[in-house]
Nanobody
Framework: QVEVVESGGGLVQAGGSLRLSCTAS????????MGWFRQAPGKEREGVSV????????YYADSVEGRFTISRDNAKNTLWLQMNSLKPEDTGKYYC??????????????WGQGTQVTVSS
C-alpha cells in the first residue's frame, strides 16, 4: 500500500490553471502505474488521467483531453497534473493513487486525503 500526499488545489476562475502535486512514500514508485481521480459533490469518483510507471504512456478522460497534462518524476517520487483552461465542471476533490489497469483507469483503492479544486464561473 502506498501513502500519498496531494497538494496544489485551490480556488480559481474559469479559464485559469492549477498544478497538482502528489508525493508518494513507496520506494517502488517507479514501478507503479499512477493516476489522478476526482470526485465532485454528489457524484462518484472518476478517473481523470493515468500514466505508466516509466512515463511513456498516458491516458485522459475525454472531458479533460487537451486541457490537462499528467507527468511524473520517479527520482522524486512525485506525480503532477497540470490543469489548464479550467471549467466549473472540473470542481471536485482530486486524488492520486496507484492504478491496477491503466487502460481502464482502474484505481487500486488506496486513497489519500485529496486536494480540493474549485473553479468559479
Amino acid at each position: 500500500q502506498v501513502e500519498v500526499v496531494e497538494s496544489g488545489g485551490g480556488l480559481v476562475q474559469a479559464g485559469g490553471s492549477l498544478r497538482l502535486s502528489c508525493t508518494a512514500s513507496r520506494s517502488t514508485f517507479d514501478y507503479d502505474d499512477m493516476g489522478w481521480f476526482r470526485q465532485a459533490p454528489g457524484k462518484e469518483r472518476e478517473g481523470v488521467s493515468v500514466i505508466s510507471a516509466g512515463g511513456a504512456y498516458t491516458y485522459y478522460a475525454d472531458s479533460v483531453e487537451g486541457r490537462f497534462t499528467i507527468s511524473r518524476d520517479n527520482a522524486k517520487n512525485t506525480l503532477w497534473l497540470q490543469m489548464n483552461s479550467l471549467k466549473p465542471e472540473d470542481t471536485g476533490k482530486y486524488y492520486c493513487t496507484t492504478v491496477v489497469d491503466i487502460r481502464r483507469m482502474t484505481p487500486s483503492g488506496s486513497w489519500g486525503q485529496g486536494t480540493q479544486v474549485t473553479v468559479s464561473s
